[in-house]
Nanobody, 115 residues
C-alpha cells in the first residue's frame, strides 16, 4: 500500500505559478512511475506529467514548456511546478503511484486559475 498526500493547490491569476507536492508513505524508488493527473468539471481525468524511478519524464502536449515534474527521492516527494498558468488549467490535480504491487491515488488538490 502507498498513501499519497498532495498539497500546493489554490487560486492563482492567469500567468501565475504554483508548485504542487505529492508525498508518498514509502520510498518512491520502489514505485515504477509517479504522475500527476487532472480532472476538470465535466471532463475525463487526463495525464499531465509523469516520472519514472529511472528519471524519465513525460508531459501532456498542453503543458509542455510550462510545467515541470521533478522528484526528491530522499523526501519521497514528487513536485509539479506549474508556470504560465491558464484558465484551462483549472482542475483537481491528482497524484498517482504506479508500482508492481498496485496503483494508488491521492485525494487531489484543487487548482483554480482565474482573475
Amino acid at each position: 500500500q502507498v498513501q499519497l498526500v498532495e498539497s500546493g493547490g489554490g487560486l492563482v491569476q492567469p500567468g501565475g505559478s504554483l508548485r504542487l507536492s505529492c508525498t508518498a508513505s514509502r520510498s518512491i524508488l520502489s514505485i515504477n512511475d509517479m504522475g500527476w493527473y487532472r480532472q476538470a468539471p465535466g471532463k475525463q481525468r487526463e495525464l499531465v506529467a509523469s516520472t519514472t524511478n529511472r528519471g524519465a519524464t513525460d508531459y501532456a502536449d498542453s503543458v509542455k514548456g510550462r510545467f515541470t515534474i521533478s522528484r526528491d527521492n530522499a523526501r519521497n516527494t514528487v513536485f509539479l511546478q506549474m508556470n504560465s498558468l491558464k484558465p484551462e488549467d483549472t482542475a483537481v490535480y491528482y497524484c498517482r503511484a504506479n508500482a508492481f504491487f498496485g496503483t494508488f491515488w491521492g485525494e487531489g488538490t484543487l487548482v483554480t486559475v482565474s482573475s
